[in-house]
C-alpha cells in the first residue's frame, strides 16, 4: 500500500496506552500519522508519546489559538485519508452518533469526509447498554466501520466484551478500507488447505498443505473490495478481514461447498490442495489392530476423488478460473499439462520441492503458466507479495474480457 494519511483519535479510554503501539504499525507500514485527543484522553497517555512516534504535533484543544494557529481543526479533517478513532469510548461514540462537535475529536469526526474507523473500548456493561448498542447502529448505519471490541479480562475487572482490538488487528482493517476497490463488482471464490479423506472414525489421508497461499490470495482480493468466499480444509491460519469462511474436511464436502457458492461467483482461485484419492471406504468405528490377524498389515483400497479444478473449468461461463499445482519435479512441463488438461485461465505452478516454498513455508515462488505455453516465472517472494502478484493478473484478465 502506498504512504497514506492517517489521523489517529485518541479518547479517554484505558486502552489508550495502547496506541503508541497502533501508530507504531502504521508506521512500520510507512503511513504519515498524526494524533488528536480529547481531554480525558490525555489522562491515560502522553501527547509527548504520540508526538515522539509521529513526528507530528499532537493537538488536543479545539478552542485554542495556539493550537488552531498550527493546523486548524477543518483541515486536519480534511487532510486525513482515514480517521481511525482508537480506542473510542462510550462517550465519543455517543457524540459521534449524535453529531455533536463540543471538542476536537468529535468536532474533526463531522467534518471529515474520509472514512472513519472506530475501535471501541470499555467495560461490559457500558458495551451492552441500550444506549451504547443504539449509538453503534447508528454509526454502522452511517457507513462507520468497526473493529472490535474482543472478549476477554477487562481492565475494569470484569469479563466480556468490551477490550480494544488489538493492535495488529486495528491496522488491518484501516489497510482494507484505504485500499483500492478495484475488485468492488466481483464475487471471488478462493479455496485454500488440505483434504483430510476419512479412513475411519479417528484416521484420515491428508497432506501438508498449511492454506497459508490460498488465505493470502483471500485476503488480497478483500482489500481490493471483492466479496470472497473462502472455502478452507482444515488449517490454523487466521481468516483474513472481510473473508467469509466456509470451513470443510473432505474433497467431497470441498466440492459441495464450491457448488453452493458457484452461481454467485465471478473468479475462482482454486489454492487448495485436494486429494486425488480418497479410501473407498470410511469405516465410522476405529480400525483396532487387535481385530485383525497377529501381524497381519492393511490395505486400503483407494479411489479417485472429483477433480473440481477440472469440473468448474468446464462449467466456468464468463468466470475467470485459476488452478495451483504443486509439482515436486518436471514443475514446467507438468504444469503446461495440467494447465491443457483442466483448461483454466492461469495455473500458478510451484515447486514444493524447493526449500522457502511451497507447503507451510511463509514464502513461495511461483511461475504462471499461461494457456499458449507462455511462461512467468516469478522470484522467490512472501506469500502475501505473490496473491497481490496474482490478483493483479486476475485484473488483468478481467480487463481483457471486458
Ligand atoms: C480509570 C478510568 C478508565 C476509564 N476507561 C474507560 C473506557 O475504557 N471506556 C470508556 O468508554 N470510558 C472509560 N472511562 C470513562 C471516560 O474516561 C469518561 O467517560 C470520559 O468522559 C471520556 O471522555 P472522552 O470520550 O472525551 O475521551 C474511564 C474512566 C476512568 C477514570
Not at 43 to 58: A, C, K, S, W
Not at 228 to 253: C, D, H, M
Not at 347 to 363: H, I, K, M, Q, Y
Request: hydrophobic share 45%; with cysteine; proline share 5%.
Amino acid at each position: 500500500m502506498h504512504q497514506r494519511r492517517i489521523l489517529v483519535a485518541v479518547t479517554g479510554g484505558i486502552a489508550a496506552y495502547k496506541i503508541p503501539e497502533v501508530v507504531r504499525v502504521f508506521r512500520r507500514a510507512d503511513q504519515v500519522v498524526r494524533c488528536i485527543m480529547t481531554s480525558a484522553a490525555t489522562e491515560f497517555v502522553t501527547p509527548l508519546v504520540l508526538q515522539t512516534l509521529t513526528g507530528e504535533p499532537v493537538r488536543t484543544a479545539l478552542l485554542d489559538p495556539a493550537e488552531e494557529g498550527e493546523i486548524d481543526h477543518i483541515d486536519l479533517a480534511d487532510w486525513a485519508e482515514l480517521l481511525v478513532v482508537a480506542p473510542a469510548t462510550a462517550n465519543s461514540l455517543a457524540k459521534l452518533a449524535h453529531g455533536l462537535a463540543d471538542d476536537l475529536v468529535s468536532a474533526v469526526a463531522l467534518a471529515t469526509r474520509a472514512p472513519v474507523l472506530v475501535a471501541p473500548a470499555m467495560n461490559v456493561n457500558m458495551w451492552n447498554h441500550p444506549a451504547t448498542r443504539a449509538n453503534l447502529e447508528t454509526l454502522i448505519e452511517r457507513g462507520v466501520r468497526i473493529v472490535g471490541p474482543g472478549e476477554g479480562e477487562l481492565a475494569c475487572g470484569w469479563l466480556g466484551a468490551g477490550r480494544m482490538s488489538e493492535p495488529a488487528e486495528i491496522a488491518a482493517a484501516a489497510e482494507l478500507l484505504l485500499a483500492s476497490k478495484s475488485l468492488a463488482d466481483e464475487v471471488v471464490l478462493v479455496t485454500a488447505g488440505g483434504t483430510r479423506e476419512p479412513v475411519d472414525a479417528v484416521r484420515f489421508l491428508g497432506n501438508r498443505s498449511s492454506g497459508k497461499m490460498g488465505f493470502a490470495v483471500a485476503g488480497e482480493a478483500a482489500r481490493r473490495g471483492a466479496r470472497v468466499v473462502l472455502v478452507a480444509g482444515p488449517s490454523a491460519v487466521e481468516t483474513p478481514p472481510g473473508v467469509e469462511r466456509v470451513n470443510v474436511e473432505s474433497a467431497l464436502e470441498m466440492r459441495d461447498a464450491v457448488r453452493s457458492v458457484w452461481s454467485e461467483a465471478t473468479v475462482a482461485i482454486m489454492a487448495a490442495a485436494v486429494a486425488d484419492f480418497r479410501p473407498a471406504q470410511a469405516l465410522d468405528r476405529k480400525i483396532r489392530k487387535e481385530d485383525l490377524a497377529p501381524d497381519a498389515g492393511l490395505t486400503l483400497e483407494l479411489v479417485r476423488n472429483p477433480d473440481i479444478l477440472a469440473e468448474i473449468s468446464k462449467d466456468r461461463g464468463s468466470r475467470i478460473v485459476v488452478g495451483f499445482a504443486a509439482e515436486s519435479h518436471d514443475v514446467i512441463d507438468s504444469a503446461i499439462r495440467k494447465l491443457e488438461r483442466k483448461g483454466c485461465d492461469l495455473l500458478v505452478a510451484n515447486d514444493v520441492s524447493r526449500e522457502a516454498s511451497g507447503f507451510d513455508s511463509d514464502t513461495n515462488a511461483v511461475i504462471f503458466v499461461w494457456p499458449g505455453g507462455e511462461i512467468e516465472e516469478l522470484p522467490t517472494l512472501p506469500k502475501t507479495d505473490v496473491a497481490a502478484q496474482l490478483v493483479d493478473r486476475v485484473e488483468k484478465l478481467r480487463e481483457a474480457r471486458r
